[in-house]
Nanobody, 126 residues
Framework: QVQVVESGGGSVQTGGSLRLSCAASGRTVNRYAMGWFRQAPGKEREFVGAVSQSGANTHYGDSMKGRVTIARDNAKNTIYLQMNNLKPEDTAVYYC???????????????????WGQGTQVTVSS
């Protein structure tokens, strides 16, 4: 069993930056790939990106590619989502997830992923 808790959401103006954190707890956290998804009002949840168990590899979805970076610190059982050049359309609840799936499989297998956080709100104003 793994628990994940997101933090770092808030309000920012267009063009600004935010860094979200996701702290994981439980047994053998470093066995799990971890990732980020987001869900805007009235839209389906979509894949932002994921990081491998070691933190050496990342994979990004098309929605924010080029504007986000995911990093992982296994000593702290934490992953980070650095978001730059934010736009109003980035307004959403951002969710962290941990799963034993391979990193590259997390996007297509969203419905089967196991350990989700409660989400953190990001609001980008124009």
């Amino acid at each position: 069993q793994v628990q994940v808790v997101e933090s770092g959401g808030g309000s920012v103006q267009t063009g600004g930056s935010l860094r979200l954190s996701c702290a994981a707890s439980g047994r053998t956290v470093n066995r799990y790939a971890m990732g980020w998804f987001r869900q805007a009002p009235g839209k389906e949840r979509e894949f932002v990106g994921a990081v491998s168990q070691s933190g050496a590899n990342t994979h990004y979805g098309d929605s924010m590619k080029g504007r986000v970076t995911i990093a992982r610190d296994n000593a702290k059982n934490t992953i980070y989502l650095q978001m730059n050049n934010l736009k109003p359309e980035d307004t959403a609840v951002y969710y962290c997830v941990a799963d034993e799936s391979a990193m590259a499989a997390m996007g297509p297998r969203m419905a089967t992923l196991n350990y989700w956080g409660q989400g953190t709100q990001v609001t980008v104003s124009s």
